[in-house]
Each structure stands twice: as structure tokens, then as C-alpha cells.
């Protein structure tokens, strides 16, 4: 899509825009999946550049994922509810789809625009099937930036490729390291990191997974275990002298930048007031009545993911 095109479908809502597509390249010959959900490969055209859209995408996310496909109608992957579009089409498909009351994000930040931004920065070698792909749209970097000016601000510098490569070596190095260093077993005595407080306790289940270990712990003066991860890097053996002097060392309680009655903001629940406050046995228990909630909210100091506002 050149930026002539773009000025003329610009203002299209989504289901006239896949009318459009699906006028401009045809319908696809087939399903996108069998009747078992596996994909097919009669249908492909990205020798020509092109993608597969899902239409229904718009009820529901990555129905080329037979995972999450097979929790759908089957009628959303035959050849009616399906669009061949280029990449810079899809992302457009995907940001209508945004304007829609109820739709989600799933597909841009994940995968569109780290592959976008891949293809105009040139810095992750791609794939041999993706050739053509960026070869249909390259000489249309002005219709990206078109695009991306369309997004919620907070989408408009997405991470790229290299930096999500850059990010998994990291993680990867991360639980290498770990693997080799862990060195726990039921029985043993920790010191675990909580907020700005080292506390201690005893191992009582330890659960190896593919990346991770599971530790469960009974700290010092609980009956319940928590869980600490191996990962977050919260947990370690201490001998027993260690472990007496930090039991007997005092602890600190983390201070909170609201009080009763102030206003706070929330990622996941929006907008709310602060009801109530008490000390727990690691920090506080926080009430929030949040607007649009009928009922307040509990959070800890351990996870308090709002902070305070003026309104």
C-alpha cells in the first residue's frame, strides 16, 4: 500500500476495509485450517508479499494460532472471513480494529511492530519466506509513519526485534547462571528478600520447571509457605549463625505515598480512593473503592499497582 492508496482507504471502518482487501486480492482458495485445526499451505501467497488476515480477529486474538483457534467457531478460518493483505495492510487492519469499542491490542505490539520496525531498520536478518514481504512494502516507509501516528501514544516507539533478541540472550545468560548456581533442597535455611526487609525460614518444597525452580518456604514465626521464584534472585541458603542474627535483626515497614482518602490511579482498575490502611506481617493491607468497582478492592505493600493522583 503507497500513500496514495492510503489517503483513499484512510477513513474506512473496519469490515468495509476487508470488503476492500478482500476485492483488491481475491479470496483465499481454502480454509486457513483444517477441520483439526492444522494449518494449510495451499492458501499461502507470501511469494507475493502477502499475509493471511482473520477478520474475526476483531471478536477474538491470534486465530492463526491453532491454540487459541480451536476455542472459536470454525467458520472464522474458511475462506468468507479471511484477508490477504501486505504488511503495512495489516498493521491498518489492526489499528481499525483498536477503534472498535470492546476489540483488543493482540497482534501490534506483539508482532506487527516489532516486524515493522525490523523492516525499515534493517538491523535483524529475516527470514527467507519474509523477503518478498518487506520487498512489497519497503519503498513505503511514509505509510508507516502515517500508521503509527493513528496509534495510542504509548505504542508509537515499539521495541524491535533486535532489542527483543537482545532481551531473551539476556534472560537466557539469567537462568544459565542460575541454573548453575542453585544449590537448594528441603530442609535448608534462606534468607529471603522482601520489599527492604531480609527475613528467614526453612525450604519445604522445591519444584524444578523448564526455566525456573518453584521454592516454597515456611518463614520464621508463619505456618503458611510462600512461594519465591529462583529467578527474581529473593532467595538464598544461609548458615545457621547467619540465620539467627538476621531473625533477630528489626524490620522496617515500607512507606506508602498516600494516606486514607487520597486519590489513586490504577493500570488494571482505572481511577479510585483510598478506604482503608493496616499493617500486615510484611508491609500493609490496602482497601480501594475504585470508581467503576461496586465493591473496594485488597492490595498489599508488596504489589501496589496505583500511585497517587490529584482530580
Not at 41 to 60: C, D, S
Not at 231 to 237: A, D, L, P, Q
Amino acid at each position: 500500500m503507497n500513500l496514495e492508496e492510503y489517503n483513499r482507504v484512510k477513513d474506512m471502518q473496519y469490515s468495509d476495509y476487508c470488503r476492500y482487501l478482500q476485492k483488491k486480492y481475491g479470496l483465499a482458495s481454502g480454509s486457513y485450517m483444517t477441520e483439526r485445526f492444522t494449518k494449510s499451505t495451499k492458501i499461502t501467497r507470501t511469494k507475493e508479499g502477502l499475509f493471511i488476515h482473520h477478520i474475526m480477529e476483531v471478536n477474538a486474538p491470534r486465530l492463526s494460532n491453532p491454540t487459541y483457534a480451536q476455542k472459536c467457531p470454525y467458520k472464522w478460518q474458511e475462506p468468507g472471513y479471511l484477508v490477504y493483505c501486505d504488511w503495512l495492510e495489516h498493521l491498518f487492519l489492526h489499528i481499525l480494529i483498536l477503534n472498535i469499542e470492546g476489540a483488543g491490542t493482540s497482534g501490534i505490539g506483539a508482532f506487527l511492530l516489532p516486524e515493522l520496525e525490523n523492516v525499515y531498520l534493517d538491523e535483524v536478518p529475516l527470514q527467507t519466506w519474509q523477503i518478498p514481504c518487506k520487498e512489497r512494502v519497503i519503498n513505503d516507509k511514509n505509510v508507516y509513519d502515517e500508521l503509527k501516528r493513528r496509534l495510542p501514544e504509548d505504542m508509537r516507539n515499539p521495541i524491535t526485534l533486535k532489542q527483543i533478541q537482545d532481551k531473551n540472550r539476556e534472560y537466557t545468560e539469567k537462568m544459565e547462571r542460575i541454573k548453575q548456581e542453585f544449590n537448594l533442597s528441603v530442609g535448608d535455611n534462606v534468607r529471603c528478600s522482601i520489599l527492604s526487609n531480609s527475613y528467614v525460614g526453612t525450604v519445604v518444597s522445591v519444584k524444578e520447571y523448564k526455566t525456573d525452580w518453584k521454592v516454597e518456604v515456611i518463614l520464621d514465626g508463619h505456618k503458611s509457605p510462600m512461594t519465591f521464584w529462583a529467578s527474581h534472585g529473593r532467595i538464598e541458603k544461609i548458615d545457621e549463625t547467619e540465620f539467627e542474627t538476621i531473625k533477630n535483626t528489626p524490620k522496617t515497614r515500607p512507606k506508602l505515598n498516600f494516606s486514607v482518602g487520597d486519590r489513586i490511579i490504577s493500570p488494571l482498575y482505572g481511577k479510585g480512593t483510598v478506604v482503608n490502611i493496616s499493617e500486615s506481617s510484611y508491609g500493609h493491607n490496602i482497601m480501594v473503592q475504585f470508581d467503576n468497582e461496586k465493591q473496594p478492592k485488597s492490595f498489599t505493600s508488596l504489589r501496589t499497582p496505583f500511585e497517587r493522583i490529584d482530580d
